[in-house]
């Protein structure tokens, strides 16, 4: 049975950024769109350095369906504050998918 659409970002910023202000910045713009039907965040605290590869933290945005994520990504809020995120990347790697539902949540 497919799902959602998923935005994962898994990403290492720059040792000068104030993460707690980008991801203050990202809650606003989830919030001000939307089709963003869920926003989550964390940072690595359990990995491996060698399996980490130096990514610390990791977002995730859920979307009804792909069409939702694609006017997500061309909304006005999303491209302005992509300049600011891209800005404060040392590296990252996105993954947009559908999901395939194997187990409900309870």
Known sequence: MTG????????????????????KGMEKLVSEVDLVKSFEWGKDVESDEMLRQ????????TFNKKEDYAAFASHPNHVEFSATFSAAIEKIVCLDFPT???KASK
């Open 4 to 23: 959602e659409f998923k935005h994962l970002v898994i990403v290492k910023f720059k040792g000068h950024v104030d993460v707690d202000e980008i991801i």
């Open 54 to 61: 130096g990514f610390t933290h990791a977002i995730l945005m």
């Open 100 to 102: 395939v539902l194997v």
